[in-house]
């Protein structure tokens, strides 16, 4: 296989695997977040109904899928690069 085949893979195993999942946590924490600005809204974090409760789990589950969703740019951004070429200004090694 070649290095793009491999690229390709590991940039598709790491959207499954990472993207996706960070995606819908930053849906739930968008949703979690604005549920506690609604006002008698039935909120339950961690057996707790106060609201500051599901803002701190809301921004943090926004602050960790961040993370998850940069995880698949930085697999492909350096899988699919280019890597620098060889400069010509080196000389050959002796032949045997």
């Given amino acids: 296989m070649s290095n793009k085949n491999t690229g390709l893979i590991a940039t598709i195993a790491s959207v499954v695997l990472c993207g996706c999942p960070g995606l819908f946590l930053c849906f739930y924490g968008a949703l979690a977040t604005f549920a506690s600005f609604v006002p008698g809204a039935n909120i ?4 707790s109904s106060d609201p500051a409760a599901a803002m701190g789990m809301g921004i943090g589950s926004i602050c960790v899928s961040l993370i998850f969703i940069a995880i698949p740019v930085a697999v492909w951004f350096f899988m699919m690069r280019k890597k620098p070429a060889a400069s010509g ?6 032949v045997s």
């Fill in 44 to 47: 339950g974090v961690g057996g």
């Fill in 89 to 94: 200004d080196e000389p050959l090694p002796p």
